[in-house]
């Protein structure tokens, strides 16, 4: 069982004096739950957060009672990464929850150690009904199924823990194996070297081509004259 210390928080105390003491502000409600506001010791929180994620159940215990939650929602600082406020949902007992499970891909895949192509993971997360008390922290995804570029794995063909149900369309394409892509190979216009050689030759015509009669005429004029 996972445990988190919490206090009832009074709505008036300024959240920033808070986060001065290392406590972080937070909530827990669900639909017979009235909205209740705690705070918690951020360092707590953040050992519980890792162990549990958002799909294990988490008991919450203060000086009076106790409930069991599930962390429905975190507000991390953009800029730090720390977490500032959660959100806890408390569910009913005895109902089953619809909830999405982080996946976790095992095996290696012949399509990418055989083939070199790549493995496609096209979902990350599986939608599932569960007792909350069984909801697994992550599903595992054999990908040693993919053996060539037309294998795929299904939603459906995944083995779920007992008691776990599948929500997540069963057609859903969970992974699938991807060609190499092909490099690509720039195209380069072949020199003409005709044409260079009769350029050049046009070149050297053009410089040994004799005056002109007429020019020549008219400065052999100029030289009788200066006699």
Do not use: C
């Not at 009904?129 to 040693?144: L, M, R």
């Amino acid at each position: 069982m996972i445990t988190l210390d919490v206090q009832v928080r009074d709505k008036s105390a300024k959240l920033a004096d808070l986060r001065k003491v290392g406590k972080m502000p937070a909530v827990f409600y669900g639909k017979k739950t009235a909205s209740t506001p705690i705070s918690v010791l951020q360092k707590d929180f953040l050992k519980v957060w890792k162990i549990a994620g958002e799909s294990s159940v988490v008991t919450l215990k203060d000086a009076t009672a106790e409930v069991d939650v599930l962390i429905h929602d975190v507000d991390v600082d953009p800029v730090s990464d720390i977490p500032r406020h959660a959100d806890f949902y408390v569910f009913e007992k005895g109902k089953k929850l619809e909830i999405s499970v982080p996946l976790t891909f095992v095996g290696v895949a012949p399509v990418v150690k055989d083939l070199g192509g790549s493995l496609v993971k096209a979902l990350h997360e599986l939608k599932i009904s569960a007792d909350p008390q069984h909801i697994p922290h992550s599903i595992e995804v054999d990908v040693s199924s993919l053996v060539d570029f037309d294998s795929q794995i299904l939603a459906e063909q995944i083995k779920l823990p007992e008691g776990v149900d599948l929500v997540e369309l069963p057609a859903e394409v969970v992974a699938s194996g991807a060609r190499p892509k092909e490099e690509e190979v720039e195209e380069t216009t072949p020199v003409d070297l005709s044409s260079i050689e009769v350029e050049k030759k046009g070149k050297k015509e053009e410089e040994g081509v004799p005056e002109a009669p007429e020019k020549a005429e008219k400065e052999k004029d100029s030289e009788n004259k200066a006699k």
